[in-house]
């Protein structure tokens, strides 16, 4: 059977050109980047210079990047970090990603203040709801640049300016948008960003969290004194050196691969919504990522058992996600829809197509007869 990969959201094949880039760091550059030997002095300087790579691609200073072990990393490291650091106020969004969610929580369950802020329909946060919620005081503003289940972009500049006005934090998890859509720290206007090397052709396990200077994060690890103290443990050389080999090709060739990709994306969309009048596209229709895609069927129109709408099309050869998580052994469906005010049948009637460099047009027609096979079976009659 042949199989169909569209689900680079989650996560994307290491290009072949940063595995070459890699393999020295892998091999003969073995040497600890701390040690002041020659041999560390090699890795030290590649170590380095992936750093000033990766400040160059979002619009940073080399002393701002602190390499993780990902985006789930980062993204804790700016919330704990940030509220350890200042004692406040938490502000987050309902529609962000567990690792930045999940953080707000854990400091709400140890008694600080949280406040989750709503999104609309399209899952966008409304500024004006923010400059209301910074009024009652905030340390740090977590709001994500672009959203991984439905691709919505948030107006984080406008967001960014209110914090400045009331002198919060303001961090942007930007593991979905980078690659994809233009990051740069100075026009988001953000202290603190998270990004994460395997959602553009990286390795997996690498990360970066961007501090501005001057802004005060804690570790959550204590150790040696690597990456400034802010991420103490032997440095991965040959991760972070294919961390910033894919950033470096992301951002040169985002332009040409996202016309592409937005011409797939596009062509599905108008497929899936022609054939069927259940179907509805979630995310904003004006801001949003340019290869992802994420539809709806409507269980008002078309009743069946969404959550296995992904396992039957995975029967058929489609990798895809869903709009539900597997949670203590029960479907639960994603928070981000029903944040954004979907029912919970049509939230678990979900599809997330992600597209990449593989994907090509006959893979859309393909996915839509599938589709048309598995939607007539399993859409109960009325
Ligand atoms: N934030 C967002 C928006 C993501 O999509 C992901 C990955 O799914 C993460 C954070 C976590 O990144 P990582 O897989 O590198 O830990």
Known sequence: MQHIYLDHAATTPLD???????EPYLGSMFANASSVHWHGRQTKAALEAARATVAQAIGAHPSEVFFTSGGTEADNLAVLGTAAARQGRVITAASEHHAVLDACLYLRSRGASVHVLPVNGEGTVDP???????QHGAACI???HANNEVGTVQPVREIADLAAAYGAIVHTDAVQSVGKIPVSVDDLGVHLLSLSAHKFYGPKGIGVLYIRRGVEVEPLVHGGGQERGKRPG?????MAVGCAEAL???VAEREESMARLVLLRDRLEQALTGTFPAAVVNGSRTNRLPQLLSVSFDAARAPMEG?????NLDLEGISVSSGSACTSGSVQP??????MGRDQATAKATVRFSFGSASTAEDVDTVLSVMQ???GRMVRPR
Request: aromatic share 0%.
């Open 16 to 22: 072949p050109r940063v595995r070459e880039v890699m």
């Open 128 to 134: 004006a709801i923010v400059e209301r919620e910074l």
């Open 142 to 144: 977590s709001v994500m």
């Open 234 to 238: 032997t440095e991965n050389v040959a």
């Open 248 to 250: 470096r090709l992301a």
């Open 307 to 311: 959550e296995m709408l992904v396992t």
């Open 334 to 339: 994603s928070h981000v829809l029903l944040a």
């Open 373 to 375: 096979r598995v939607i």
